[in-house]
Nanobody
Framework: QVQLVESGGGLVQAGDSLNLSCAAS????????MGWFRQAPGKEREFVAD????????CYRNSMKGRFTISRDNAKNTVYLQMNGLKAEDTAVYFC???????????????????WGQGTQVTVSS
């Protein structure tokens, strides 16, 4: 029902910045929650950030707070992840996700989301 396509990943040096984009199509109106997760080889998919429909509520993984910023443009059906001060440990495939959750909570679990993009690779050299 919802299609998600990530873009903006690449190979960068430690300390560099990247801005990831996630374009949504389909029944986007039914998925107010948007989030970003990442997964490194051999590790589980982990929460990065999420944002409510209005953008009034955002949540971040502690290790990313202050470095990453999630935002959205509902008119464009797009969510962004601005990543600054990248570190080698940020290397992973980054996934965009959409869900039906709404409220004040941080939605940090994979099970909170219904739709996923195929991911975009972010590689940070040290």
């Amino acid at each position: 029902q919802v299609q998600l396509v990530e873009s903006g990943g690449g190979l960068v040096q430690a300390g560099d910045s990247l801005n990831l984009s996630c374009a949504a199509s389909g029944r986007t109106f039914s998925s107010p929650l948007m989030g970003w997760f990442r997964q490194a080889p051999g590790k589980e998919r982990e929460f990065v950030a999420d944002i409510s429909w209005s953008g009034a509520r955002t949540c971040y993984r502690n290790s990313m707070k202050g470095r990453f910023t999630i935002s959205r443009d509902n008119a464009k059906n797009t969510v962004y992840l601005q990543m600054n001060g990248l570190k080698a440990e940020d290397t992973a495939v980054y996934f965009c996700a959409a869900g039906q959750r709404s409220g004040t909570a941080c939605y940090i679990n994979v099970s909170d989301y219904n739709y996923w993009g195929q991911g975009t690779q972010v590689t940070v050299s040290s």
